[in-house]
């Protein structure tokens, strides 16, 4: 399973909207509100790497609201 974390700026006064939106979208293992320069973090996991960029990333990118995503693969040593 390949995981990643979204970090996610949103609108201002957007973060509670776009968190709950996030966790509806299938792949999206947990979404939560935080502190600093991103408004949200998101856990997210697919089976592959292709299915995590086709099938979630680009859903989360798509919620209205959301202004810049990062994210950060998780790679094992």
Same mark, same amino acid.
């Given at each position: 399973?390949?995981?990643?974390?979204? /970090?996610?700026?949103? %609108?201002?006064?957007a973060?509670?909207?776009? $968190? #709950? @939106? /996030? &966790?509806?979208? @299938?792949?999206?293992?947990s979404? %939560?509100d935080? #502190?600093? *320069?991103?408004?949200?973090?998101?856990v997210?996991?697919? *089976? $592959?790497?292709? %299915? /995590?960029g086709?099938?979630?990333?680009?859903?989360?990118?798509?919620? *209205?609201?959301?202004? &810049? #995503? $990062? $994210?950060?693969?998780?790679?094992?040593?």
């Amino acid at each position: 399973m390949i995981r990643a974390y979204i /970090l996610v700026q949103t %609108e201002v006064g957007a973060s509670t909207s776009v $968190t #709950t @939106a /996030l &966790r509806d979208i @299938a792949g999206v293992d947990s979404a %939560e509100d935080v #502190t600093g *320069p991103y408004d949200v973090i998101a856990v997210v996991s697919a *089976p $592959t790497m292709q %299915e /995590l960029g086709r099938g979630v990333i680009a859903k989360v990118q798509a919620v *209205p609201r959301i202004t &810049r #995503t $990062t $994210t950060c693969a998780v790679v094992e040593f």
